[in-house]
């Protein structure tokens, strides 16, 4: 297997680097000797997995019908790649939120505090650095520009602003992901109220927190441990403390997620809180893509050939094929492409960017409308 991890949590590698910096083109992809041929059920995979992508990322999303939440959720599935469509021209997704083009009629960002600010509510961020997180998925550098009113800030700036937020008895899910990743693993700060904070104390509460009645059934605060954690293990940084914890605490999540999959490779409807097959196609999409983006990101390399592993993959990517016409809800549809995205990636040889015609760039201010 490749060196996964790196391209997924945006390891300034020299391949890599562009994909990171906004507004060059991409470099071809480089060889890699190391990769082994895939086996039959891989290749075969393979072509299924990348019909299927090919399919939804030629059909961006219409940004005067989406709303920032959705285009957030149109962003989880093709990162930076991911584009929309703005009536006589596609514009970058990353492009169109940062400098705070309207969806739907409605833009995302305020400033509070000198700083830029996702507004929350309905159509907008529905969990507490939601933005932050989806950048960082996106491997947005923090040097990435941010135009709000007229001022000019930057994606650290939008970091300094969820350091400040972090409040105890909060769900942090989404701020672990994104702190996790611009932040060094040892960063200590204070928040707003003056209050000391770590990324250990948000793995600490975070596992304090049940996952059962969590966001999505509880798939977003494994996801968000999961991040952390493979983020220390990017840096080489040593497993103790709570990046420990959280580590033993997941692999148990895997072992028992395995026991509630279904017998067609879906996993449960009922989430985590114990086995369920609905006949509701868009809630088969719902758990199983987000449960599957979860597994395919956290487990170990040589468990993802695994004959389970496969029926899953398997039975999503066919019901997204078989569902090519359907008016999938945007949410479980972004998160299960990007279950699809990251298994490619780790399983396939996959490349970040791979199809891509330009990278996350701020739209051309002569064009904005």
């Known amino acids: ?18 994909v990171e910096a906004a507004g060059q083109q991409l470099p071809p992809p480089l060889p890699s000797p190391s990769q082994p041929p895939l086996s039959p059920p891989l290749q075969a995979l393979q072509g299924k997995i990348r019909r299927t992508l090919s399919y939804y990322y030629q059909r961006p999303p219409r940004v005067a019908e989406q709303s920032p939440w959705s285009v957030m959720h149109s962003l989880v599935a093709f990162g930076i790649d991911t584009e929309l ?12 939120l940062c400098w705070n083009q309207p969806a739907r009629g409605i833009r995302l960002l305020e400033i509070q505090n000198s700083l830029p600010a996702p507004r929350q509510g309905p159509g907008l961020e529905g969990h507490q650095g939601q933005l932050l997180a989806m950048l960082a998925q996106s491997r947005v550098r923090a040097d990435y520009g941010i135009k709000v009113a007229g001022q000019d800030f930057t994606v650290a700036d939008l970091v300094r602003h969820e350091q400040r937020g972090c409040r105890s008895g909060q769900e942090l899910t989404f701020k672990l992901m994104g702190l996790s990743h611009y932040l060094p693993s040892d960063s200590r700060w204070n928040n707003d109220r003056g209050e000391s904070w770590t990324i250990q104390k948000l793995i600490k509460l975070e596992l304090g927190q049940p996952v059962n009645g969590a966001a999505c059934g509880g798939s977003h605060r494994l996801m968000g441990l999961s991040y952390a954690v493979e983020k220390r293990k990017q840096r080489q940084e040593p497993i103790h403390g709570e990046w420990e914890k959280a580590a033993g605490y997941l692999q148990q999540y895997h072992r028992y997620t395995f026991t509630l999959q279904n017998p067609d490779g879906s996993f449960s409807t009922s989430w985590f809180v ?57 949410g479980p549809l972004g998160h299960a492409l990007h279950s699809l995205v990251i298994y490619d990636q780790r399983a396939l040889g996959g490349i970040p960017g791979q199809p891509a015609k330009e990278l996350a760039r701020p739209p051309e201010v002569s064009r904005l409308p």
């Not at 297997?1 to 790196?6: D, P």
């Not at 391209?7 to 680097?17: E, Q």
């Open 1 to 18: 297997m490749r060196s996964w991890m790196w391209i997924l949590l945006g390891l300034s590698l020299p391949c890599l680097v562009a």
């Open 85 to 96: 469509d703005a009536g006589d021209r596609h514009v970058n997704a990353v492009g169109w």
């Open 274 to 330: 114990g086995r369920g097959q609905s006949a509701d196609l868009t809630e088969r999409l719902r758990t199983s893509g987000h449960v599957l983006e979860w597994l395919a990101f956290s487990l170990p390399a040589d468990q993802l050939e695994d004959p389970r592993m496969l029926r899953s993959v398997d039975y999503l990517v066919d019901l997204l094929w078989d569902g090519r016409g359907r008016d999938w809800p945007v």
